[in-house]
């Protein structure tokens, strides 16, 4: 007997499609990064001193190594390869192979490598115009609301929509900065030096794979965000006098 297709079912498919594509790429960085943290003592130095080595080796004695809160990352502004405390005090293959990474941006920026500039000045465009977006989200209701005039509303929301997705669109354009600084940079850097043990030869190419996917796998997060605001919008609508979440705004 053949089963009945129900509409309900290709929908709910969809919505697993959606979070795959949303979730997958955040919880494999997450996992790879995680797996290879462990043993903590697998190489004698420090994610930290191995950036101060490589960059002393490549003349870069002006960018200085710093440990941070905010995700690793390279600074060019400050001329500053800045590593998670995990990865500046730690010695696993994460932190050497993460800290080789963010030298290699340090390498394109030494170079004037044109997508590296590129990317700096989009993200130096793109965060004002981030947090323009995050106020005309967190205002639209009330303006909503208090005026009586849902297109209002409805004006910032979409003003919302397009700054908050720039994030994305940054860093997918971007993408192949990150994948020449893991793979033109960092592994030539760890075998012409002969950093690794040769059995994680291959363990450190997926981890490259993974730091170059961050930032992306990171905001593709924020389209949870977009489709939040987006599900308001719908259930508000033009004949409604204002906007009306489920839960408090500050909440998303």
């Given at each position: 007997?053949r089963?009945?297709?129900h ?27 995680k ?5 903590a ?13 490589l ?11 710093q ?12 001329k ?8 500046y005090e730690?010695?696993s ?9 963010e030298?290699?941006?340090?390498l394109?920026?030494?170079e004037?490598?044109a ?14 115009v ?11 209701p009330?303006?909503?609301m208090?005026?009586?005039?849902p297109s209002?509303?409805?004006?910032m ?5 397009l700054?908050?997705?720039?994030s ?8 192949p ?10 592994l030539?850097l ?11 030869r ?18 593709l997060?924020?389209l949870?965000?977009i ?6 919008l ?12 489920s ?5 998303l």
């Amino acid at each position: 007997m053949r089963a009945r297709y129900h509409p309900r079912m290709g929908f709910i498919i969809l919505i697993f499609v959606v979070l795959a594509l949303v979730f997958g790429p955040s919880l494999w960085v997450r996992n790879v990064l995680k797996r290879y943290s462990e043993p903590a003592d697998r190489y004698k130095g420090t994610g930290a001193q191995l950036a101060r080595w490589l960059l002393n080796k490549h003349g870069l004695e002006n960018v200085s190594v710093q440990t941070t809160d905010q995700g690793d990352h390279y600074d060019p502004v400050d001329k500053a390869v800045r590593l998670t405390p995990d990865k500046y005090e730690g010695q696993s293959l994460t932190a050497i192979t993460v800290a080789a990474h963010e030298v290699g941006h340090a390498l394109q920026d030494k170079e004037a490598y044109a997508p590296l500039r590129l990317r700096s000045h989009l993200v130096r465009v793109v965060g004002p115009v981030q947090r323009v977006g995050a106020g005309a989200l967190m205002a639209a209701p009330f303006i909503g609301m208090l005026t009586r005039a849902p297109s209002v509303g409805l004006i910032m929301l979409g003003a919302g929509f397009l700054t908050l997705a720039t994030s994305t669109l940054v860093h997918l354009v971007t993408l192949p900065t990150e994948f020449d600084a893991s793979f033109n940079r960092a592994l030539p850097l760890l075998d012409d030096h002969r950093v690794l043990k040769e059995v994680d030869r291959p363990h450190a190419r997926r981890l490259l794979t993974a730091a170059a996917l961050t930032d992306v796998s990171a905001s593709l997060m924020s389209l949870l965000l977009i489709a939040r605001w987006w599900a308001i919008l719908r259930r508000s609508g033009p004949g409604n006098a204002g906007f009306r979440p489920s839960r408090p705004l500050n909440s998303l």
